[in-house]
């Protein structure tokens, strides 16, 4: 396929609402083989018209972390950091995509973003946007000491709904919790991921985070 060609289908798949496809999708719309194919999304990366976000997934063009998340992750959200980060309830930004999903906790890394995917219990999985797969920041704030063993400091609190934050908190085990556990989970991201390559301690302080359960650092504050 010509240059032009390709820039047709990409508009239209764009234009129906398409922004993340697998590769498997675009061989019947392109008739080329998977060799082929690769090569071709190979050249067209390196022009900007595509972006490789994960194993076999392409973003068509800009697409936002929630778009991959949905369409190449099934029986996911986005939480933690990156979500306290998108309500403005933790300043810091997170360059790690932080998921929850009932699959296997692991990291999935590419040219656009990282993906740390950790697994949650049936019963936790809610409290998140089904559209934007973006938990509610109480949520996100009681995943992130659920996994961590505690929450990240200089938090926003005033931002975040009492009712719902105690709430959603009383779901959660009381002790004997998966953070507490193992409360310096990050699945081997590093501290320059996150974006603390260039501030001394970060890590200290972000990641050994004081071990407790939801319903602790609830009673705490």
């Known amino acids: 396929m010509r240059l032009v060609e390709w820039v047709k289908l990409i508009e239209s798949l764009r234009?129906?609402?398409?922004?993340?496809?697998?590769?498997?999708?675009?061989?019947?719309?392109t008739g080329l083989s998977a060799p082929s194919l690769n090569t071709a999304l190979w050249r067209l990366q390196r022009?900007?018209?595509v972006i490789r976000v994960a194993r076999g997934w392409?973003?068509?063009?800009?697409?936002?972390?929630?778009?991959?998340v949905k369409a190449a992750f099934p029986s996911t959200y986005i939480s933690m950091e990156w979500a306290l980060h998108h309500y403005e309830v933790l300043d810091r930004p997170s360059h790690v995509v932080t998921v929850m999903w009932?699959?296997?906790?692991?990291?999935?890394?590419s040219s656009a973003f990282t993906f740390?995917?950790?697994?949650i219990s049936r019963r936790l999985y809610f409290g998140f946007d089904p559209d934007k797969v973006i938990a509610e920041p109480?949520?996100?704030?009681?995943?992130?000491?659920y996994i961590r063993g505690g929450?990240?400091?200089e938090l926003n609190l005033d931002l975040l709904d009492a009712e719902r934050l105690s709430r959603y908190a009383s779901k959660y085990p009381q002790e004997g919790t998966q953070g507490a556990?193992?409360?310096?989970?990050?699945?081997?991201?590093?501290?320059?991921?996150?974006?603390?390559?260039?501030?001394?301690?970060?890590?200290?302080?972000?990641?050994?985070?004081?071990?407790?359960?939801?319903?602790?650092?609830l009673a705490a504050h």
């Open 181 to 217: 556990r193992q409360p310096h989970r990050t699945l081997g991201v590093t501290p320059r991921e996150r974006g603390a390559d260039h501030q001394p301690g970060l890590r200290a302080k972000t990641l050994k985070y004081r071990r407790e359960t939801p319903g602790a650092w």
């Open 47 to 49: 022009a900007g018209l």
């Open 58 to 68: 392409v973003c068509l063009g800009v697409c936002e972390a929630w778009e991959v």
């Open 116 to 119: 740390e995917l950790h697994r």
């Open 138 to 145: 109480e949520k996100a704030l009681l995943d992130t000491i």
């Open 151 to 153: 929450a990240p400091p």
């Open 15 to 29: 234009g129906g609402g398409v922004r993340v496809m697998h590769i498997s999708a675009l061989r019947p719309l």
């Open 102 to 109: 009932l699959g296997k906790s692991r990291v999935v890394r």
